[in-house]
């Protein structure tokens, strides 16, 4: 028997409608689209093992997804590579097989602590000699990348640089066929200079999702076409930031401070071979201002937007702004505002608004401790990418202003940030509108105050030491959870976790969480009998058995053999969308907001209060194992889709996101015990400033706290980033989780401890999750000892526990 999700079709058809605005056209000569299907020569490691999205607790098990081979068939083609893309999948499995045996040697070598490994590990893509010989006079080149957390990525060939095999059959292919496509189905940037200039049609598709291979069918045909823009700056590996550090196990330092992304290759005049913001289509395009004005201090400029070619498109109109640099050093520009179109038939025009505060550039000045804007020429430019736009206005501030006080938080980096000598500085320009601001003008933000529900208040007060500490870790079975991976769900099979179930009857409702940020993360089957719910597999570990050595598989409880239970089977068909960098990609807040109505109404359907989504880490690095499920290098983008997918999904009632990984959680490398040792003003106006652009314009319901330390302490442990910063100052209304597993897996080796249930209760991180036995005894423990690591008074158990009474009842009253 099965459980329907009624809306399972229609949501097929929204990520299938959606996933081009996704797709990036990075080069074409006109060969593409094709009029008609007809016979195809396919090729590539992505052809037949297409990657709807990365590994780990951010995958979504889906009962099918359609690759780019089955999509291209169903649409009529002809695929005469048969051969090669048998032979290709033969010699996969031998080189996978014996990288198994490699990462098992490992894991037994280093323990119970290396499981991550098993997880984020990816094999290089191996060299081969295999003969090009498709029929047809049209080819395709499908090449993919996958990555996940516990792994970072590496420089290296088969991974961020194309193998010797690969440039090779690239190459052959374009001197080959008379129409060829080199499609990327990657989920992070892929070094393309040894084919980027002969190559002359090139899609990014990412890893959009389900329907992935069907809607590049509609995309190759011309049915639908791609409009979406970089959100990363694509360049070699050495031609990235290296100032700072990157994978070390221990501590890492961000020494290159704000200089990240574009703003590094615009400040210094460095070529990237693609800027942040491009993208081609069908079609072509003509931006021109028509008007600019200012309303206090909210700058508003006005383009109209053609389209001039000869296909429908949409266009992404981008506006930068560069700082006047004083007391502190600036960027050559940022992203102030963008907006898309919408679908322009040929010669068709719209006028587009595109609108944002002065204040929302300010920087923040470590001296001083405030948000300022300095005194000077703030010179807009617009345009469709980072290196191609034409001034449009030049908005002069009369003199220093003071947008917010702020606090010292985060702790203090051993370095002085770094900066270029000779920065880029934008000419004033001429023949422009010109807006004039008064530093006076501007009103200082105030903090927020916090309140508690007074009947929760009350109630808090009534409840023992133990009952407080149930409620401030997530809810488990007295023998403890079994989960070590984000499966520690009871009420939902597969569910990552939930808060406790201790106090129904005081109503308060136990809250099931669900993995993201791609979708919801299920078991596909489950079975329910006298007993209850039980799961048909081992959720995650099911894909790690054949990497575990014997002895780790004991020790989680993998080996036994499980009780035959005859009850009734259940099947929970989630929907996989586009993965974070795709969503990014589309420049699009509707899209995103698409995205997350899509998540909310299956969470309604499966019985998930919290989807641990979305993830929002910046592309420090293109190498971080995890920048698929992250959105982009710039904290505007980042912040604005994270918003607008929480507002899809909250807009369900009893609905609510977690917004993650709060902050600095830009490696994978020895996650959980890492240090990020980073810049006060790093901090504040790049890592920071996406969570307050979701958390201000949309408000979720939860914050994940992340597993690496900032500056020397867990940021889960960190009071000025739970308390000062997420409520004072940014007005922060819901709850604090820590990340799963925090503190559980220690090696010896590391520098630093793991967090501990203690530490993150005293700083206001209230909910430890996934929970377990030690959690709570931890917390008991801590209230009797004063001389313990993190010392807790009752008031610091009241304060949390109260905040998750209130999130479960205004989430659990919906059920």
């Known amino acids: 028997m099965m459980r329907e999700n009624t809306h399972e079709a229609e949501h097929k058809a929204v990520v299938r409608r959606i996933a081009p605005e996704c797709m990036v056209l990075l080069k074409s000569d006109g060969s593409f689209p094709l009029e008609t299907p007809g016979k ?108 996940g957390e516990g792994s970072d990525r590496s420089a290296i060939r088969g991974d961020f640089q194309l193998t010797q095999t690969e440039v090779k059959n690239i190459l052959q292919l374009q001197k080959q066929y008379q129409r060829f496509l080199l499609v990327l189905n990657v989920g992070g940037i892929v070094d393309l200079s040894p084919v980027s200039d002969t190559v002359s049609n090139i899609l990014l598709l990412s890893q959009t999702g389900m329907e ?136 068709e025009v719209q006028t587009v608004s595109l609108s944002f505060c002065l204040e929302n550039l300010a920087s923040f000045d470590a001296e001083t401790s405030c948000a300022i804007l300095e005194q000077g020429n703030y010179v807009l430019h617009i345009g469709n990418s980072s290196r191609s736009t034409v001034p449009c206005a030049n908005v002069v501030l009369d003199g220093d202003a003071v947008v917010q006080r702020l606090n010292h938080v985060g702790g203090a980096a051993d370095f002085v940030d770094w900066k270029p000598e000779q920065p880029a500085v934008a000419a004033v320009p001429e023949n422009v509108a010109t807006l004039y601001i008064a530093a006076g003008s501007f009103q200082e933000k105030a903090a927020k105050a916090q309140t508690v529900d007074p009947a929760v208040s009350e109630l808090v007060k009534t409840m023992s030491d133990s009952e407080l500490a149930y409620l401030c870790v997530g809810g488990f079975r007295e023998e403890g959870s079994k989960s070590f991976i984000g499966n520690a769900g009871m009420q939902v099979a597969g569910a990552a976790g939930e808060t406790t179930s201790n106090f129904i009857d005081r109503a308060v409702p136990a809250l099931v969480m669900a993995d993201g940020p791609a979708g919801l993360r ?18 995650v570990f099911d894909e790690l058995k054949d990497l575990l050595p014997d002895e780790v598989i004991a020790l989680l409880g993998l080996k036994q ?78 912040g604005k889709m994270a918003a607008a997918i929480t507002l899809g999904v909250q807009k369900h009632p009893g609905r609510g996101v977690t917004i993650k990984h709060f ?18 003003r790093a901090l504040r106006d790049i890592y920071l400033k996406g969570f307050q652009i979701a958390i201000e314009e949309s408000a979720p319901a939860t914050v994940m706290s992340s597993y690496n330390l900032l500056n020397g302490e867990h940021t889960a442990h960190r009071k000025d980033l739970m308390e000062t910063v997420l409520r004072d100052e940014w007005g922060f209304d819901g709850i604090v989780m820590s990340d799963w597993v925090s503190g559980n897996l220690n090696n010896p080796d590391n520098k630093y401890p793991g967090a501990i249930a203690s530490g993150t209760i005293k700083a206001g991180n209230d909910l430890m999750m996934p929970g377990g036995p030690h959690d709570h005894q931890d917390l008991l423990q801590a209230l009797e000892d004063q001389d313990a690591a993190y010392p807790l008074c009752r008031a610091d158990l009241e304060r949390c526990a109260a905040r998750v009474i209130m999130l479960a009842r205004r989430l659990g009253a919906n059920g």
């Open 212 to 347: 992935l291979g069907n809607a590049f069918a509609d995309v190759l045909l011309g049915k639908a076409y791609p409009s979406g823009k970089l959100a990363s700056t694509w360049a070699k590996w050495e031609d990235y930031c290296h100032e700072g550090d990157f994978g070390n196990a221990n501590d890492t330092r961000y020494k290159e401070g704000i200089y990240v992304g574009y703003r590094y290759f615009d400040s210094v005049g460095r070529e990237p071979w693609l800027p942040f913001g491009f993208g081609l289509g069908y079609t072509t395009f003509e931006i021109h201002t028509v008007g600019a004005a200012a309303d206090g201090s909210r700058i508003t400029v006005t383009a109209q937007v053609k389209n001039t070619g000869e296909r429908l498109g949409k266009e992404v109109v981008q506006l930068y702004a560069s700082v006047p640099a004083g007391k502190l050093d600036q960027p050559y520009q940022v992203l102030a505002a963008f907006e898309k179109t919408d679908e322009l038939k040929p010669g």
């Open 561 to 638: 053999e499980r009780p035959q239970r005859n009850g009734t089977i259940y099947h929970q068909n989630c929907t996989a969308i586009p993965v974070g960098t795709a969503l990014a990609q589309s420049w699009s807040t509707s899209v995103c907001q698409e995205c997350g109505d899509l998540v909310g109404a299956e969470m309604e359907c499966f019985g998930i209060h919290l989807w641990l989504a979305p993830a929002l880490n910046i592309h420090r690095l293109p190498l971080c194992g995890r920048n698929f499920e992250y959105f982009s290098e710039d904290p505007l983008i980042s």
């Open 40 to 147: 195809l020569a396919l090729y590539g490691n992505g052809a037949r093992r297409t990657i709807k999205g990365g590994t780990g607790s951010g995958d979504v098990n889906v009962v099918h997804y359609v690759t780019v081979e089955e999509g291209l068939r169903e649409a009529g083609f002809t695929i005469t590579t048969q051969d090669w893309l048998d032979s290709y999948d033969a010699l996969w499995a031998e080189a996978n097989k014996a990288f198994k045996i490699g990462i098992k040697k490992k894991i037994a070598a280093e323990g119970i602590s290396a499981i991550m490994l098993g997880i984020g590990a990816v094999m290089t893509e191996p060299d081969y000699d295999l003969p090009m010989t498709g029929e047809g006079d049209t080819a395709v080149y499908v090449l993919s990348r996958v990555s």
């Open 663 to 680: 902050c600095c959680n830009n490696q994978e490398t020895n996650r959980m015990h890492s240090n990020s040792i980073v810049g006060e």
């Open 522 to 539: 299920l078991s596909r089957a489950y079975g329910i009998d006298e007993e209850g719910i039980y799961l048909l597999d081992n959720g």
